[in-house]
């Protein structure tokens, strides 16, 4: 018994060596990895205040306004402006052990993501903020920038005597009588998120978050919906809006059906009344105030003049989102982040779109950067075609829509118009499509 006694002793003892030895090592391995990272901030982020892009660059370009607009897309003084607005929200407090990064170095972070769609690890090395910081930098801006932007400039017309300004300028501008607005979408590439399935991969072969919006008739966004899954079609992410729930339920204030604007003498006693509509693509199903294009099989003379005159109209939409992807490149990279900060950062760019719109129009969109017609009522493609080889725009030539009474009443408004008015593109074996589509 006392040998037994000992031996279990002696166990212990072992047991208890081995114990300590494998505890004196781990601590070791420990020690030896805190050692290897016993850096409060590396040298050279710690100099970011002396060299990095916003305290050396964004300060010479002040002396060079051209260039600095091209760096910020908005002059210096619009940048302040919206600094200003944006402080309160992002703003941080400085503490014993660092300053914190200052309202305008965070916006001027988030522009130059929006701008260009660089990488966050591209970035830091520019700013010379750590990735994980400009990461949250990027998404609070953004969020600031929609809560403080967006109510205040997109709005949806909620009167009358709104949507008819609107219809007016539709007429004014592309010749289009009682249209309220061109309603189409537009697919944000996103990387898969993780244990979605195909819920966001669409139909172009890529994973995506719907944008779906109405635009008026000077390219600004009025109404937009982000974050839909990209298997849904455009008429199912309308379906699923709160537009369209208050358009059926007749809350808009749309206004009544309303003569159409002939002046051909030989005309004056016909008077057709129709309703007032908005124009999309043949995603959308055809309503009293949704209207679509004819279907390009068997097409009457009637049916393309109404179809050239509606692609006219639609082209608010595609000038609308050919700026914002040619402005803010970040529409033409894949947004690696979750669907939900996908979803801000895409509110925030279509908020600074139409602040910019509004603030600097003569920066924000030059000369020629839009479609315009000229005297000869020819259509001159925006510069932003060209550059923005890869915006999508959706060809509107697609069959499907059924002839219906609504159609054939909308035939009746340009029936009028002789067949020299209908510009051909090249050839002319298309009446109505001068557009250069791209699936």
Known sequence: MQNESLDIEENFAVAAACLSIANTVTVARRKRRRGQKRMWVKPWIANRECEGSYHKLMK??????????????????????????????????????????????QLAVTLRFLATGETYTSLQYQFRINKGTICQIILRVCEAISETLSYEYIKCPNSVQQWE??????????????????IDGK?????????????????????????LAIVGAKSEFMYADVGCQGRISDGGVLRNTDFFKALEQKKLNIPQPAELPIDDVNYEDWRPIIPYYFVGDDAFSLSKHLMKPYPNRGQSESQRIFNYRLSRAR?????????????????????????????????????????????????????GSVDTQNGEGDIIDGDWRSTVESC??????????????????????????????????????SCFLRYQFQE
Not at 188 to 194: A, D, E
Not at 358 to 363: A, E, Q, V, W, Y
Request: glycine share 4%.
């Open 392 to 429: 999508i725009i959706q060809n509107i030539n697609i069959a499907g829509c059924n002839y219906t009474r609504m159609q054939h009443l909308s035939e009746i408004v340009f029936v009028n118009m002789s067949t020299d008015q209908v510009r051909c593109h090249g050839n002319g074996k």
């Open 165 to 182: 300004d609107i219809a007016q300028k539709f007429w004014t501008k592309w010749q289009l009588p009682n249209c309220l607005g061109a």
């Open 60 to 105: 010479e370009l002040e002396q060079d306004p051209e260039h600095y607009k091209n760096y910020m897309r908005m002059d210096l003084s619009t940048f302040e402006e919206l600094a200003t607005k944006l402080e309160p929200l992002v703003e941080k407090c400085d503490t014993q052990m660092r300053n914190a990064i200052s309202p305008r170095e």
């Open 315 to 367: 082209r608010v939409s595609e000038n609308a989102f050919g700026i914002l992807s040619s402005k803010f490149r970040v529409f033409l990279s894949t947004l690696c982040v979750k669907p939900e900060y996908a979803t801000s950062i895409v509110h925030a760019a279509l908020a600074l779109h139409k602040y910019l719109l509004c603030k600097c129009p003569n920066i924000y969109t030059l000369p």
């Open 187 to 211: 697919h944000v590439r996103i990387l898969h998120p993780p244990g979605s399935g195909s819920d966001y991969f669409n139909y172009k072969g890529f994973f995506s978050i719907v944008l």
